[in-house]
Antibody, heavy 119, light 110 residues
Framework: EVLLVESGGGLVQPGGSLRLSCAAS????????MHWVRQVPGKGLVWVSR????????NYADSVKGRFTISRDNAKNTLFLQLSSLTAEDTALYYC????????????WGQGALVTVSS | EIVLTQSPGTLSLSPGERATLSCRAS???????LTWYQQKPGQAPRLLIY???SRATGIPDRFSGSGSGTDFTLTISRLESEDFAVYYC???????????FGQGTKLEIK
């Protein structure tokens, strides 16, 4: 069974940093591109970032470029998202997701990690 | 930047009825890269339809997708109680890579 479990969310002050983790199981992480997608509670989905199988290609939404960094450790079956220079607009539930190869979709999602940016 | 506009914002129907959800793009979208998701309260999204009309694994055949260019449709032929949820369309365009979601359609019980 494919499972994605996010951790590392919490309350952080504006300007602060946080690192989210996504533990993958039930599949070989190194075979898949991976994504981060966020959702303000009660609002819609917004794509944040993606990373290719070996971490050599990383892409970001304009809203987070230069502030967030996606990375992965395939040996530890874990995806990461480093968040920095956080503002209140970054408050959201952050989902990691497995890319559905070749179709620009996400076929499996974690349950999300809540990041709250507030003083 | 491609904008996806979903309509209606809320759709009120009864079990057994047919639901038709629309997703309109501001520019042409490749049919290969048009996706639909279902999200229930407190849950992560679930992949329903990829490549405009292909059902994901385990998705019942009452769900179908269609469309091309800028107009896409998700149809649920006969609503069951578990189908009441929020539905999102999403598109992908490369160079540079951008993934865009619609704002969602809430399907509620009438």
């Amino acid at each position: 069974e494919v499972l994605l479990v996010e951790s590392g969310g919490g309350l952080v002050q504006p300007g602060g940093s946080l690192r989210l983790s996504c533990a993958a199981s039930g599949f070989t992480l190194s075979n898949y591109w991976m994504h981060w997608v966020r959702q303000v509670p009660g609002k819609g989905l917004v794509w944040v970032s993606r990373i290719d199988r070996d971490g050599s290609t990383r892409n970001y939404a304009d809203s987070v470029k230069g502030r967030f960094t996606i990375s992965r450790d395939n040996a530890k079956n874990t995806l990461f998202l480093q968040l920095s220079s956080l503002t209140a607009e970054d408050t959201a539930l952050y989902y990691c997701g497995r890319a559905y190869a070749g179709y620009g979709a996400v076929d499996y999602w974690g349950q999300g990690a809540l990041v709250t940016v507030s003083s | 930047e491609i904008v996806l506009t979903q309509s209606p914002g809320t759709l009120s129907l009864s079990p057994g009825e047919r639901a038709t959800l629309s997703c309109r793009a501001s520019q042409s979208v490749s049919s290969k890269y048009l996706t639909w998701y279902q999200q229930k309260p407190g849950q992560a999204p679930r992949l329903l339809i990829y490549a405009t009309s292909s059902r994901a694994t385990g998705i019942p055949d009452r769900f179908s997708g269609s469309g091309s260019g800028t107009d896409f449709t998700l149809t649920i032929s006969r609503l069951e109680s578990e189908d009441f949820a929020v539905y999102y369309c999403q598109q992908f365009r490369d160079s540079p890579p951008v993934y865009t979601f619609g704002q969602g359609t809430k399907l509620e019980i009438k």
